[in-house]
Each structure stands twice: as C-alpha cells, then as structure tokens.
C-alpha cells in the first residue's frame, strides 16, 4: 500500500509544471518601480498618542480646572477626590490601551508567513514582504494566501473565503479565476500570479479600514464637550 501511495505522489509531481517565473532582473525592476508586497498596515497608536489621549484631553482639561479652583477655595477634601478621578481615570485607560497595543504588536509579529515562489525557473521560499508583482506563487493545503492575484495553474484547487465573503462553502477554482488576499487553500494545489500587491491587495485594504482608531467617549465626557462647545 505504501508503495502505490509512493507512485501516486512521485506521479503528481511530474504532472505538476514548474513555471519559469520572473528572472532576477525583473525582480530588481519591480522592487524600484515600488510593486512589492511590503506594506504593513499600521497596528493601534504610538505610546505617545495613547498618553497624550489619555492624559490631554478636554475631561481631564476641564475637571483639571476646576480642581484648582476648588484647591483655592480651601475645600481640600473635594479636591482630593476629584483629583483622584483624574489621576485613575487617565491611568486606567492607557494600563487598557498599552496592554491592547502590545497583544496586536504580539500578533502581527506572529503572522509573519514566508511563501514559494518561482524565480529563474527555480522555487524560493521568501517573506511575504518580499513578494513582488507578477510572481508566480505555489499554493497548497493550508496556505494563506498573501497577495492578490489570478490561479495560473490549478489541480482541484479549492479555496475558502469565508473571512471575505462570509462565504461558508470551498471555492473551486479555475485557472484563470481570481485570487484575493486573505483566502485559505483547502484542498488541491496550484500556481498563481501576482497581480495586487502592497497597499493595492485586498487584505491591506480590509487591515487599514479595521484598524483606524475610533475613541469612544463616555457619556459624561460627551456632556462636557457639548457643554464647551
């Protein structure tokens, strides 16, 4: 039995071309005409912007004022706990912050994939950063795919695009049927060609748009910036 699944294997991969792929040269012209997959869609805010929300902000501007006034008043007591809500206020919300920022800087330096290319008619396994267009990429079962492109060549190649699409059934796809970024290979394998990549890939597109930060005000914070308006 091992030995027919041996020939089955050693016959599926003379079936399956190798494709040239771009020379070296082609690489290099790619890489200065800025058509390569390098861009990186930033992840939550800087440290300084997490403190300077946090900490400047019209609240604690506002209550920051009337602290002093209440301190020359002499009502010490008040003064106290009012300066207490905007010490734990600014510090609870960047111990929150800090703490999403390092899990998502945790995970992005987790997704770091290298894939299969064909170079000078010979494989490379390369960092997805250094994917260029018009590469020609090997995909197999449980790849994700990277960059945008079309299948070049496909044996029963399937692909989920479920996290794209909401799309719960496989894809079976076709040469010349297009791939997008983001996609899972589930069965079958095949070759693509880089058509978007960078910034210009689905994936990238989607990343940017998820990750803008949105601040959500409290109501009380809402009440004041209405009132100073």
Do not use: C, H
Not at 106 to 121: H, I
């Amino acid at each position: 039995m091992d030995q027919v699944a041996s020939q089955k294997q050693q016959t599926a991969l003379r079936k399956r071309p190798t494709p040239q792929g771009l020379t070296s040269a082609e690489v290099q012209e790619r890489i200065r005409q800025g058509q390569v997959n390098d861009f990186e869609a930033r992840v939550g805010r800087t440290y300084g912007e997490i403190f300077r929300d946090n900490v400047l902000n019209l609240f604690n501007i506002v209550l920051g004022t009337l602290l002093v006034i209440v301190i020359a008043s002499g009502d010490y007591t008040t003064a106290f706990f009012a300066g207490f809500s905007v010490v734990s206020n600014s510090f609870l919300g960047m111990i929150q912050e800090i703490n999403a920022k390092r899990k998502l800087d945790r995970l992005a330096t987790l997704s770091q994939q290298k894939v299969t290319v064909f170079r000078d008619g010979q494989p490379q396994i390369i960092p997805k950063t250094q994917v260029v267009k018009d590469d020609v990429i090997l995909i197999e079962p449980g790849d994700r795919l990277v960059v945008d492109g079309k299948v070049l060549w496909s044996d029963s190649l399937e692909v989920d695009e479920s996290l794209l699409t909401g799309e719960s059934d496989s894809i079976y796809k076709e040469e010349g049927a297009p791939l997008y970024s983001g996609s899972f290979a589930i069965a079958g394998t095949g070759y693509m060609v880089a058509t978007r990549v960078g910034k210009e890939s689905n994936i990238n597109k989607l990343s940017v748009i998820a990750k803008q930060y949105k601040r959500v005000l409290t109501p009380t914070q809402k009440k004041i910036n209405a009132m100073v308006e």
